[in-house]
């Protein structure tokens, strides 16, 4: 008989808490002093029901909904979890100086950190083996979003497999490099960019490093590849986003416990094959993200099936591996991408399958797309609370 999953613990819930953050206030509902307590289980409530009550600066803000489904969302993804309630409160005065304090000082302590907008949603792309096709997924959902017109980053994290610019038809494009005035052994990097209907991917990748070339190999340690990729996120000049897209390295080493320790808040979508042994390895790449905290979005499912000109479906990698894994995880499939050669031949000349209007894989890129923006992963939207709560504070 299986064992029921363990129930979580308050320090489990308030690390998961640590990737919701307030969007303007730019850090955590943790460190914010936001969260006001942690319920788990008890008198005539199942083991696995959690309440986490949240102090907001305002009791109006059109922030509130966000931050309800971004703690029910992260806290429910956690083992043993079977449902989340959120209860929300209002700061007193002293609550709110104190938070308008702890913003300004972390906005002083970060001036030469990321310059990713707290209001982008940050999914790092992952698999647990190569060959699954983890950079084509990035890359077509990246053009999927932008045909939609959001402006999308995208961070190739492979340091020393990168294929992005390729892929985004951006190959010999190099980012532009300018002198910081605190440190000129360190420039600010600017993405390479291309524009896709209203849409704009930005793109930043080792193989748009000036002196970098596709046929090269990138030899790095462990360490080194870790470093490149926090120097990516520290020194890249991003400007307005609405998603970034982080194209990681195959398997759970330095790179993807790097990235759970500098963007807590970011989420993770696990790309696997139908086959088996793909999707036991992927569920190792799961596993990597519920220890660094990280909420994981759902799943994709990679080289699905050929459909043949006659409209038969043939399994050539084996089936159902997207589905058992979700199942597994318990979270969400996000949608089935099938053979298709229109994504190897765009992968080549630089035009993704996804901005094709018709194709089994520019239609199943579209509705994941649809999925993401829809349910999944929707766009922040700035409410202006806190500029209204400081008005208040400093009035009063």
Request: overall charge negative; aromatic content about 4%.
């Amino acid at each position: 008989m299986t064992a029921p999953p363990a129930v979580p613990t308050e320090e489990d819930v308030r690390g998961a808490m640590r990737g919701v953050i307030d969007p303007e206030l730019g850090d955590n509902l943790v460190d914010l002093g936001m969260v006001r307590g942690i319920e788990i289980g008890g008198p005539g409530k199942d083991p696995g029901a959690v309440t986490v009550t949240i102090a907001l600066t305002i009791a109006g803000c059109p922030l509130r909904s966000q931050l309800q489904d971004d703690t029910k969302a992260r806290v429910g993804s956690l083992p043993g979890v079977t449902s989340v309630d959120v209860q929300m409160g209002e700061m007193s005065g002293e609550e709110k100086r104190k938070v308008m304090e702890r913003a300004r000082w972390k906005a002083r302590e970060n001036a030469l950190g990321t310059d990713i907008p707290p209001t982008a949603r940050i999914a790092a792309i992952a698999s647990g083996k190569g060959g699954v096709g983890k950079s084509s997924v990035t890359a077509n959902l990246a053009a999927a979003l932008a045909r939609r017109g959001f402006t999308v980053g995208v961070l190739d994290a492979d340091v020393a497999g990168f294929s992005i610019p390729r892929m985004l038809g951006l190959r010999g494009r190099k980012v532009e490099a300018k002198a910081r005035h605190d440190d000129a052994s360190r420039p600010h990097l600017y993405p390479v960019e291309r524009q896709i209907g209203s849409g704009m991917v930005k793109v930043v990748s080792m193989g748009a490093i000036p002196g970098a070339e596709e046929d090269e190999a990138v030899m790095f340690r462990g360490l080194m590849l870790n470093r490149a990729v926090q120097h990516f996120l520290e020194d890249v000049r991003w400007g307005d986003l609405d998603y970034l897209l982080i194209d990681m390295p195959p398997g759970t080493s330095d790179v993807q416990m790097g990235l759970a320790r500098m963007l807590p808040r970011a989420e993770m979508i696990v790309v696997t094959t139908p086959a088996q042994a793909a999707q036991k390895v992927a569920t190792r790449a799961a596993d990597m993200a519920r220890r660094g905290h990280l909420r994981i979005v759902g799943v994709i499912e990679n080289m699905a099936g050929f459909v043949c000109g006659h409209g038969e479906s043939y399994p050539l990698f084996g089936e159902g591996g997207g589905g058992r894994l979700a199942k597994q995880v318990g979270v969400p499939l996000l949608g089935s991408v099938p053979l298709d050669a229109a994504v190897a031949l765009g992968g080549d000349s630089g035009e993704p399958a996804a901005l094709r209007d018709t194709g089994p894989a520019a239609e199943a890129f579209a509705a994941i797309a649809d999925k993401l923006v829809a349910e999944a992963m929707p766009p922040v939207e700035m409410a202006g609370c806190t500029a209204r709560m400081l008005e208040m504070v400093e009035n009063s």
